[in-house]
T-cell receptor, first 116, second 115 residues
Framework: ETGVTQTPRHLVMGMTNKKSLKCEQH?????MYWYKQSAKKPLELMFV???????ENNSVPSRFSPECPNSSHLFLHLHTLQPEDSALYLC???????????????FGPGTRLTVL | SQQGEEDPQALSIQEGENATMNCSYK?????LQWYRQNSGRGLVHLIL?????REKHSGRLRVTLDTSKKSSSLLITASRAADTASYFC???????????????FGQGTILTVHP
């Protein structure tokens, strides 16, 4: 496989469930990201990982828990979510550059999450 | 308030016409990027323009950047029905000591190209 893959593509869960989203990148990148895309809102950055270390947590509620075991894999663990957490969750990766030089991000197809 | 705001929010044109979308931002940037998103899917990077560049071309795409006005435009020439998608601008702002390129997205322009 090439690019950035995400599984599952669709997920329906109850508020008391625990589930995980998975992202894998096959591009040799060393930075990975989670974004949330809700209807009528701009894409929101949730978490950033550089070389497996979390470098950004954009005030995300603790019911979202990221995990980055290596530079190719990124997980988002979900528990006790709310209906308003229903959204498209997008994973992206990029190559970390020298300071002052930033390249594009490559996105996966997303997981459409519905919380009942 | 959003770092990047696109205008118009929606644009409907006929195949063959040109489509122009604008983006405004508020703070100094390192670069500005344009992405396309087909309905309910991931974003695809289109073009990146750096703060010291004024214009860039890629195929039927032309991007301009005016740092004095803090604005950018994306022009798609000779549009096709397959260009129907949402288009987002994203800015990379200057942050001390950070080199991972944090993107801040606008709300996007929905482009519909009628055959």
């Amino acid at each position: 496989e090439t690019g950035v893959t995400q599984t599952p593509r669709h997920l329906v869960m109850g508020m008391t469930n625990k589930k995980s989203l998975k992202c894998e990148q096959h591009l040799g990148h060393n930075a990975m990201y989670w974004y949330k895309q809700s209807a009528k809102k701009p894409l929101e950055l949730m978490f950033v990982y550089n070389f497996k270390e979390q470098t950004e947590n954009n005030s995300v509620p603790s019911r979202f828990s990221p995990e980055c075991p290596n530079s190719s894999h990124l997980f988002l663990h979900l528990h006790t979510l709310q209906p308003e957490d229903s959204a498209l969750y997008l994973c992206a990766s990029s190559q970390r550059q020298l300071a002052g030089s930033y390249n594009e991000q490559f996105f996966g197809p997303g997981t459409r999450l519905t919380v009942l | 308030s959003q770092q990047g705001e696109e205008d118009p929010q929606a644009l409907s044109i006929q195949e063959g016409e040109n489509a122009t979308m604008n983006c405004s931002y508020k703070t100094s940037i390192n670069n500005l990027q344009w992405y396309r998103q087909n309905s309910g899917r991931g974003l695809v990077h289109l073009i990146l323009i750096r703060s010291n560049e004024r214009e860039k071309h890629s195929g039927r795409l032309r991007v301009t950047l005016d740092t004095s006005k803090k604005s950018s435009s994306l022009l798609i020439t000779a549009s096709r029905a397959a260009d129907t998608a949402s288009y987002f601008c994203a800015t990379v702002i200057l942050t001390g000591g950070t080199s991972y390129g944090k993107l801040t997205f606008g709300q996007g322009t929905i482009l519909t190209v009628h055959p």
